[in-house]
């Protein structure tokens, strides 16, 4: 009887290192499944990141093409501004030259004006022949004025 207990206790005793034997490696065979099963979740996770960086590399370039076109533009469009705004400054200057070329013609037309009127009120007031002479010279500093008023216009108009 003695020798049963003692085999029955080896029996127990050999059954509980049994079992707890296949609960360690049931624990250590389930880590290792977390494990792998961690490293797969990882090994996506950093497909679908490579994924990501490499649209988003993409967009970057795309967006660096289209920076780069619309620069070009501006820098096109600045130049041709630029070309404008010199052809627009150079018109002006001969405008400018232009009309002041026209005042002095109108100053030096006026004061001829003025002393040839200073000269006919002189000279008309003894001879009515001469009178005749002024009177057309009259006509022509006029019809001169006239011109000159046009030109004046011609020149408020541009």
Known sequence: ??????????????????????????????????AQQAKAALEQSNERLKMWCTEL???????????????????????????????LNDANRRLQSEADALRGQVDDLKA????????????SRGHDERMHIYEQQLTEHQRRTAKLSEAEMSLADR
């Open 112 to 123: 001829l004006l003025s002393a040839e009127a200073e000269k006919h009120t002189k000279m």
């Open 57 to 87: 590399e993409r967009q970057v370039e795309q967006i660096e093409q289209q920076t780069k076109r619309q620069e070009q533009i501006d820098h096109t469009e600045l130049v041709a501004l630029k070309d404008r705004n010199q052809q």
């Open 1 to 34: 009887i003695a020798e049963n207990c003692r085999l029955k206790a080896q029996q127990d005793s050999l059954e509980r290192t049994a079992q707890e034997e296949r609960r360690r490696w049931e624990q250590s065979l389930n880590a290792e499944i977390d």
